[in-house]
């Protein structure tokens, strides 16, 4: 098949499910084509075949004081759906991308467009129910042709705050197995932690989603008992109260700000624990990805989590906001390797016999097809 696949290109976990996607339908025979604002930052390093990339044109207009990047990306999807003889669209988070895969399929009317829209978490949870959006986050849902979201949650979700006209599928997301290791070569740990401490790390767009001063208050509380590192990767509107609690906790010269960084695995693949508070996840990437690591989780019993994480088996869930629990954890995992390893082997295990691109994959393939055929 000939799919185009639009996402945001930057750091959220729905551009990096669309890029790992895109890569696997490539090796699975598709032409791809990534019709986006620049290329997905996991596309960026290694050539692929059977991708192209199509970037959206923005001239600027002194008159424009917002550039309407919609239109502009309708207006692209039009374009290479027809100059590449696209088979259908499929676009990752609901606003604005299935609002824009509809004018396209408008603009190119009577010719059919199928739209395949994968729900990813916050267009639904936050900003589809901002009163002005939330209409037409429902219009887009309703004039896709096969609507999918990442975990049951989001599914069940979806379907009750906007009763949509048709079946939302479920199809988690899925880890590359083998990228996503750990690390014979090329661990980092050596640059932020000496060998006797534990290394903590939180991995994030940094946004109030995240419960980012939870993850210090957890690390300041571990660090009561335990000779261990925080390392805090990505950047966003919460980093700077992170520092600021982490100063008045104590512990900021045990934090290590690794800012944005594009290989993850060399640095979540040689850390501990991971560190996951969120006040709501509908799936949790970042967790699958530890799991892929070896590295046992702690995160919020909340949205999709549990769906990807075990309590007890991969790692602990405790209740938003409970710091205390998730303290008691996070010690109790830097005290015992064998914990560590144990859970670490678990969450690999789940990864590869729940979310392994083989399971995953096909599944996007047959709703292609039902959305080709319907
Ligand atoms: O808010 C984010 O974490 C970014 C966001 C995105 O759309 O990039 O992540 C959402 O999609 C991810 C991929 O499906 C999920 O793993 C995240 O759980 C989800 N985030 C939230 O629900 C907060």
Redesign the pocket.
Known sequence: MKIGITC?PT???????ASELGKFLAKRGHEIHFITSTIPYRLQRDFQERIYFHTVDMEPYPLFEHPPYDLALAAKMRDVFVSEGLDLLHV??AIPHAISAYLAAQLLKPQRVPIVT?L????I??VGQEKSFFDITRFGINESTVVTA??DY?KERTESVFSPSKPIHRVH?FVDLDLFRHPAFGCHRSNFATPDQIVYIHI??F?P??RIPDVIRIFAKVREQIDAVLVLVGEGPMLREAKELAAQLGVQKHVRYLGKQLDIVSILGCADVLLFP?????????P?EAMACEVPVIASRS???PEVVAHGVSGFLADVGDVDSMATHAVELGRSKELRVVMGKAGRKAAKELFHPDRIVPQYEALYQLALNS
């Open positions: 945001y750091y959220g976990g729905s551009g990096v499910l990752h988070y994968t990813h978490g916050t267009d949870t936050l990442v975990s989001l997301n994030s767009n946004r989603v995240k969120s006040e709501v996840e509908s799936f949790g990437l970042a699958l949205g999709g989590i």
